[in-house]
Nanobody, 117 residues
Framework: QLQLVESGGGLVQPGGSLRLTCAVS????????YAWYRQTPGKERELVAS???????KYSDSVKGRFTVSRDNRKSTVYLQMNRLKPEDTAMYFC???????????WGQGTQVTVAS
């Protein structure tokens, strides 16, 4: 079983940067794929970025060129570097770990990002 704990959220001005961290604990965590999602009240959770166990990366069109996802398997940590933040990036950000072979999925509790002047 995996446990995921997000951190790094906060209040930032438009144009600013934040780096979110997802600390992963549990065995064989480096065989999992990871993804960052975000959600605002009344809306469905949307995929922001994903990184597979083979380092294949995808981004949503809304963050492409501004956000960078990465993982450090030695530290069991997944990152989301967010640059040139916009007010519409305001959301609760969640980290997900998933394994296609076993079909298991784990979520963190989320970290709030607020972009406002």
């Amino acid at each position: 079983q995996l446990q995921l704990v997000e951190s790094g959220g906060g209040l930032v001005q438009p144009g600013g940067s934040l780096r979110l961290t997802c600390a992963v604990s549990g065995f064989i965590s480096d065989t999992y794929h990871y993804a960052w999602y975000r959600q605002t009240p009344g809306k469905e959770r949307e995929l922001v970025a994903s990184i597979t166990s083979n380092m294949a990366i995808k981004y949503s069109d809304s963050v492409k060129g501004r956000f960078t996802v990465s993982r450090d398997n030695r530290k069991s940590t997944v990152y989301l570097q967010m640059n040139r933040l916009k007010p519409e990036d305001t959301a609760m950000y969640f980290c997900k770990g998933y394994n296609d072979f076993s079909g298991t999925t784990y979520w963190g509790q989320g970290t709030q990002v607020t972009v406002a002047s």
